[in-house]
C-alpha cells in the first residue's frame, strides 16, 4: 500500500514558477514509477511527467517539456514537479500516482493522491 499527498499548488501569473511535491507513505516507495497528472474542468486526466524507480529516466508529454521537470528523493518518499514558465493552459488539478516504471496512462497506476490545484492567471 502507498499513500500519497500532494502540496504546493497555488495561484502564480503566467511565466512564473511552481514546485509540486507528492509525500508517499510505505517503505516499497522507490520501487514504484511514479508519475504526474492533470484534469482541468470539463477535460479528462491528462499525463504530464513521469520517472523510473532510480530516477534515472523521464517522461513528459509534449506541452510541457523544457518548462517542467519531474524528480524524486527516494529517501524522502518524495516525488517534485518543478513547474516553469507556466501558462494559463497548464491550469489544472495535479495528481501524483504510483504504478509501474514508464507508463503514461492512468489506468495502469495502482495509487493516486487527492491532488492539488495550480491556477496560472493570465
Known amino acids: 500500500q502507498v499513500q500519497l499527498v500532494e502540496s504546493g499548488g497555488g495561484l502564480v501569473q503566467a511565466g512564473g514558477s511552481l514546485r509540486l511535491s507528492c509525500a508517499a507513505s510505505?517503505?516499497?516507495?522507490?520501487?514504484?514509477?511514479m508519475g504526474w497528472f492533470r484534469q482541468a474542468p470539463g477535460k479528462e486526466r491528462e499525463f504530464v511527467a513521469a520517472i523510473g524507480w532510480s530516477g534515472a529516466r523521464a517522461y513528459y508529454v509534449d506541452s510541457v517539456q523544457g518548462r517542467f521537470t519531474i524528480s524524486r528523493d527516494n529517501a524522502k518518499n518524495t516525488v517534485y514537479l518543478q513547474m516553469n514558465s507556466l501558462k494559463p493552459e497548464d491550469t489544472a488539478t495535479y495528481y501524483c500516482a504510483a504504478g509501474p516504471e514508464g507508463v503514461v496512462t492512468a489506468e495502469e497506476y495502482d495509487y493516486w493522491g487527492q491532488g492539488t490545484q495550480v491556477t496560472v492567471s493570465s
Open positions: 510505505g517503505r516499497t516507495f522507490s520501487s514504484y514509477g
